[in-house]
């Protein structure tokens, strides 16, 4: 079931990149990730009061509420950075650069959460790699 949320999310931020490439257009990337920051916002707390899950933010603990805050930080740089990136670039260049965040998080999955490194995830993450260099070789 984890992989059809995945897939999903693939093709969510698939049409992300097109819709901003266009939305970026004669607009500040800074402006244009704040508006879009707006609109996340408020369909994230209009899904949680819709599911009933307020309630369940008073068992946040201190760790997951700093670790919720830190991820929060890292999305926000991500975000102003692919926009400038779409603004400034291809989306068939930037989106692949992008996607290095996977190769990167299996990398930094192992140092500091302790995730095994497969044969499997090592091949994954080098022909992520692999294909990105092909793919922004100009």
Do not use: C, H
């Amino acid at each position: 079931m984890w992989w059809t949320y995945a897939l999903l999310s693939a093709f969510f931020a698939a049409l992300t990149a097109i819709f901003a490439k266009i939305g970026v257009r004669n607009v500040d990337s800074d402006l244009a990730t704040a508006l879009r920051t707006i609109v996340i916002t408020v369909l994230a707390w209009a899904i949680v009061l819709a599911r009933g899950k307020l309630p369940g933010a008073s068992g946040l603990s201190r760790q997951n509420l700093l670790f919720l805050l830190l991820s929060g930080l890292a999305t926000g740089l991500s975000w102003i950075f692919y926009f400038r990136a779409l603004q400034l670039g291809k989306v068939s260049q930037v989106a692949p650069v992008d996607k290095l965040s996977v190769a990167l998080a299996i990398i930094l999955s192992v140092l500091f959460l302790g995730e095994p490194l497969t044969l499997k995830t090592s091949l994954g993450a080098l022909l992520i790699i692999s294909g990105t260099l092909v793919l922004i070789a100009t």
